[in-house]
C-alpha cells in the first residue's frame, strides 16, 4: 500500500521569495516520486521525479526536491517565486513494481503576492 | 513535441446517457492511464492498459469500461451517467520497461471535462 500526504493545502508566498510545499508518503515498496503542476484548467505537466538516482532533484522552471528516506519526505524548494508559479501542486508516488498506478497527494495550492 | 491528445476537451450529456472518451497516447508509448478528477479533488486512479490489455484496475465503476486498441489508442465509456460522474478525466501515456516493470514516467493529457446534467 502506499499514500501520500501534502502538509499544507494552501501556501502563501511573496513574488521574489523562496517556495516550500511539503510531501510525506508511504510506500511498501523502493516508490518513485513525482511533483506535477496543475495551472486553472489545465492539465498536469510534470515538474521533477525522483527514481533512486540521486536524492536531490532538479526539474524545470527552477524547481527542485529532495528525497529523504529517513524522513519519508520529498518536499519541492525553489528559491524564488514568480507570479506564474500560482498553480495546484500534487506530490504523486508510483510503487515502482509491476503496476504503476499513480497515488495523488491532495495537492496544496500555492499564491504568489506581488 | 507530441503530447498526449485527449478529445472531445469538454462534453455536456444528461443524467442516464452514454458518454465515450478518447486518449491518443504519445508516439510509441504503450501503456495508457484513466485518472478522475472531481471538482476540487485530487486526480483517482480508473484503469490502466498494457499492450491491449488490461494492466490495473482502481476505482472505476461497474457502468464505466475502456479498452486499448491496436493503435494503442484508449477509450473510456461510460454509461447511466450521474450527475457525480461530472469531473475532469485525464489520459496519461508511458513506455513499458523491461521484464514487464514501468519505469517511465506517465505523461497526462489535457483532460477532457465532463459535465452531467
Known amino acids: 500500500a502506499q499514500s501520500v500526504t501534502q502538509l499544507d493545502s494552501h501556501v502563501s508566498v511573496s513574488e521574489g521569495t523562496p517556495v516550500l510545499l511539503r510531501c510525506n508518503y508511504s510506500?511498501?515498496?523502493?516508490?518513485?516520486l513525482f511533483w506535477y503542476v496543475q495551472h486553472p484548467n489545465k492539465g498536469l505537466q510534470l515538474l521533477l521525479k525522483?527514481?533512486?538516482?540521486?536524492?536531490l532533484v532538479k526539474g524545470i522552471n527552477g524547481f527542485e526536491a529532495e528525497f529523504k528516506k529517513s524522513e519519508t519526505s520529498f518536499h519541492l524548494t525553489k528559491p524564488s517565486a514568480h507570479m506564474s508559479d500560482a498553480a495546484e501542486y500534487f506530490c504523486?508516488?508510483?510503487?515502482?513494481?509491476?503496476?504503476?498506478?499513480?497515488?495523488f497527494g491532495g495537492g496544496t495550492r500555492l499564491m504568489v503576492k506581488p | 513535441a507530441a503530447g498526449v491528445i485527449q478529445s472531445p476537451r469538454h462534453l455536456i450529456k444528461e443524467k442516464r446517457e452514454t458518454a465515450t472518451l478518447k486518449c491518443y497516447p504519445i508516439?510509441?508509448?504503450?501503456?495508457v492511464y484513466w485518472y478522475q478528477q472531481g471538482p476540487g479533488q485530487d486526480p483517482q486512479f480508473l484503469i490502466s492498459f498494457y499492450e491491449k490489455m488490461q494492466s490495473d484496475k482502481g476505482s472505476i465503476p461497474d457502468r464505466f469500461s475502456a479498452q486499448q486498441f491496436s493503435d494503442y489508442h484508449s477509450e473510456l465509456n461510460m454509461s447511466s451517467l450521474e450527475l457525480g460522474d461530472s469531473a475532469l478525466y485525464f489520459c496519461?501515456?508511458?513506455?513499458?520497461?523491461?521484464?514487464?516493470?514501468?519505469?517511465?514516467?506517465?505523461?497526462f493529457g489535457p483532460g477532457t471535462r465532463l459535465t452531467v446534467l
Open positions: 525522483y527514481t533512486s538516482a540521486a536524492t
Open positions: 504523486v508516488v508510483s510503487p515502482n513494481n509491476a503496476g504503476n498506478m499513480l497515488t
Open positions: 510506500s511498501s515498496y523502493s516508490p518513485s
Open positions: 496519461a501515456s508511458s513506455l513499458e520497461g523491461l521484464a514487464g516493470v514501468n519505469t517511465d514516467t506517465q505523461y
Open positions: 508516439p510509441r508509448h504503450d501503456t
